[in-house]
């Protein structure tokens, strides 16, 4: 079993919808979490942290469920810029270790 | 922050010989990672290169194909070694600042084409 899985996509979703994507982690020692965002022929960006107590930053929700070990990304009213493959990340160690989930593509059409 | 110069950008290699990828960083980091990404996948890390000593490969990469250097806190050369179709994939480097938690930041990415 994958440390960080994803469902792969790609999603295909109209201008204006709303989208989810979900992310499970098998470390239950997991520390900190992350959704990053990586446009076609560039390298990752952070997008947002997710925290336990839900977090949201514009039209982008991130939540976190430790007991199920799950998070999570909302994106409302989708934009065609959103366009892009969100990377779920976990940082299990001590330390400054990440491990990257196998990314979900967004396709946003108009 | 950090910022991150990475190059260079693309190659095409000929089959069995080596390309030496570069990575400057703006301010001194402990760590920086090496990652491959081939394509249509995620990230998968390769080594974690520390100042001062060897660098920590994971499972599946060995020193002698990809030999790492890391001769002070804001530089990191990787070597990928005897090239082969197989290691056609984007190499990138990373490294950890702290801001918003562990943040990764990463160079622009090495896109190599073993022919």
């Known amino acids: 079993r994958k440390e960080v899985e994803q469902d792969p996509g790609p999603f295909n979703v109209p201008e204006g919808a709303t989208v989810a994507f979900n992310c499970t982690y098998s470390?239950?020692?997991?520390?900190?979490f992350f959704w990053y965002r990586q446009d076609c022929r560039k390298e990752p960006k952070l997008l947002m942290s997710?925290?336990?107590s839900g977090n949201e930053d514009g039209r982008f929700t991130a939540q976190l469920n430790r007991a199920s070990q799950y998070i999570s990304l909302l994106i409302r009213d989708s934009k065609l810029s959103d366009s892009a493959t969100y990377l779920c990340?976990?940082?299990?160690?001590?330390?400054?270790?990440?491990?990257f989930g196998g990314g979900t593509r967004l396709m946003v059409k108009p | 922050s950090a910022v991150i110069s990475q190059k260079p950008s693309r190659d095409i290699c000929q089959r069995g010989t080596s390309l030496t990828i570069q990575c400057q960083v703006d301010?001194?980091?402990?760590?920086m990672f090496w990652y491959r990404q081939q394509p249509g996948q995620s990230l998968t890390l390769i080594a974690t290169?520390?100042?001062?000593?060897?660098?920590?490969?994971e499972s599946g990469f060995v020193i002698d194909k990809f030999p790492i250097s890391r001769p002070n806190l804001t530089f990191s050369t990787l070597t990928v070694s005897n090239m082969s179709p197989e290691d056609s994939s984007i190499y990138l480097c990373?490294?950890?600042?702290?801001?918003?938690?562990?943040?990764?930041?990463f160079g622009q990415g090495t896109r190599l084409t073993v022919v």
């Open positions: 990373s490294v950890v600042a702290g801001g918003r938690g562990p943040e990764a930041f």
């Open positions: 470390n239950s020692a997991s520390q900190s």
């Open positions: 997710v925290y336990s």
């Open positions: 990340v976990v940082n299990s160690w001590a330390g400054n270790m990440l491990t």
């Open positions: 301010s001194q980091v402990t760590m």
């Open positions: 290169a520390n100042q001062g000593s060897e660098a920590t490969y």
